[in-house]
Structure formats: structure tokens, C-alpha cells
């Protein structure tokens, strides 16, 4: 079965552009979240989504946003990017939005900033 | 002070030795614990998963949850060349539907030289 997927890749963007990244969960699995990691840390929580309601955010900006469709696929979207937003940002997929659910993550897309 | 702590490293070890990674936590009500390995330019994989105090084992890999001294290990025996790569420990509450995120502590380097 194929693990999450997400794209692109890797993006270069510049200051003050908008960026949409993408994620498909592991089938069958229907609470989606994002995660930003920074070289050197680990991931930090940006938003989980489950049958297409947030169910958690984290401390980022409004700058930030999601959305999760009806096939559990999710979009996240960054405005205004600025240079601190260059980083690898990561989707996770699981069953349900509860902590006894492991989250399994995707490769991630790498976003740099110009 | 982060919710939870994690000895970066990086740390360097011959083939064969046993590797010891911790990571501490200060939030009583994490009850899940995680241990993911995350290659360069790959998302987190998932090794371990545990609930409670106590000890879990799974081929080369123990983890080790000790919730009175807020104190979680991964153990790797017969350290591979193959096990090079950085390894992150994970935590959430039991969450309530709302939503739950991961914490993740910053990631320990570790390189096993052959």
C-alpha cells in the first residue's frame, strides 16, 4: 500500500508569494496533519484536520491554513512568505485525531524562500 | 523550558555497539511515546510506539518509558552502518477528539562507523 504522498518535492519561492503544498494520507486513514521542521529541530505542529474540520493548531501565524477534502487528501497553504518560513514541511496521516493514534508521515516538501 | 528535551548529539559509534538515545519531558499528561528515525531528506519512520511505564521491545530496538522520572530511551543492540541517521523521540496526551498533536524532541545525529 503507498505510504502519504506529498508535493511538490521541493519549491523555491521568493518573499511576499503565496504557496499551496499538497498530501494524501495512507488509505484508510482519516485525521491529516502538518508539521514544520527547521534543519537541525524537529518537527513542530501546524494544524490537524479531520473529516475536513480543524481539530488542533499550532502557534503559527494566520499567514498559515489548511483544508482537508472530502477523499481526506489535505492542501496546506502559506501567504506573504517570508524567509523563516524556509523549511521541510511535512503531512502525517492516522486513523483518528486521538494520541493513541501513530501518526506515519510522508517525505515531506522542502520550501525555500529567496 | 521545551516540553521535551533531547540530546542533539551527534553522536558516533562503532558497528556493533549498543546505542543508548533519551529524551526527557516535562508534561505529566503525555501517555503516548513514540521513537521515529529520520534519514537525510526523508520524513520520519516510525520504530517504536508505547503506552505506558515499562519496556517494549521489537528485534534490535527496546524503548523504555519511565513516567516517574518524566524519562523515555530507545536502545539499538548490534548497531548497523544502516542505522546512521537521526532519530527523534514523540510524545502526545490521550486527546479527546479535539485534536492531538505530537511533541517532538530536536532530534539526536548518530552515526555507526563500520
Known amino acids: 500500500d503507498a505510504g502519504v504522498t506529498q508535493s511538490p518535492t521541493h519549491l523555491i519561492k521568493t518573499r511576499g508569494q503565496h504557496v499551496t503544498l499538497r498530501c494524501s494520507p495512507i488509505?484508510?486513514?482519516?485525521?491529516v496533519s502538518w508539521y514544520q521542521q527547521v534543519l537541525g529541530q524537529g518537527p513542530q505542529f501546524i494544524f490537524q484536520?479531520?473529516?475536513?474540520?480543524?481539530?488542533g493548531r499550532g502557534n503559527f501565524p494566520d499567514r498559515f491554513s489548511a483544508r482537508q477534502f472530502p477523499n481526506y487528501s489535505s492542501e496546506l497553504n502559506v501567504n506573504a512568505l517570508l524567509l523563516g518560513d524556509s523549511a521541510l514541511y511535512l503531512c502525517?496521516?492516522?486513523?483518528?485525531?486521538?494520541?493513541?493514534?501513530?501518526?506515519?508521515f510522508g517525505d515531506g516538501t522542502r520550501l525555500s524562500i529567496l | 523550558q521545551k516540553e521535551v528535551e533531547q540530546d542533539p548529539g551527534p553522536l558516533s559509534v562503532p558497528e556493533g555497539a549498543i546505542v543508548s538515545l533519551n529524551c526527557t519531558y516535562s508534561?505529566?499528561?503525555?501517555?503516548?511515546f513514540m521513537w521515529y528515525r529520520q534519514y537525510s531528506r526523508k520524513g520520519p519512520e516510525l520504530l517504536m510506539y508505547?503506552?505506558?511505564?515499562g519496556n517494549k521491545e521489537d528485534g534490535r530496538f527496546t524503548a523504555q518509558v519511565d513516567k516517574s522520572s518524566k524519562y523515555i530511551s530507545l536502545f539499538i543492540r548490534d548497531s548497523q552502518p544502516s542505522d546512521s541517521a537521526t532519530y527523534l523521540c514523540?510524545?502526545?496526551?490521550?486527546?479527546?477528539?479535539?485534536?492531538?498533536?505530537?511533541?517532538f524532541g530536536t532530534g539526536t545525529s548518530l552515526t555507526v562507523i563500520p
Open positions: 508534561n505529566s499528561a503525555f501517555q503516548y
Open positions: 488509505s484508510g486513514h482519516k485525521s
Open positions: 514523540a510524545m502526545s496526551t490521550t486527546g479527546s477528539g479535539h485534536g492531538n498533536q505530537f511533541y
Open positions: 502525517a496521516s492516522s486513523f483518528f485525531p486521538t494520541g493513541d493514534q501513530p501518526q506515519h
Open positions: 508505547t503506552y505506558s511505564s
Open positions: 484536520y479531520y473529516e475536513k474540520e480543524e481539530r
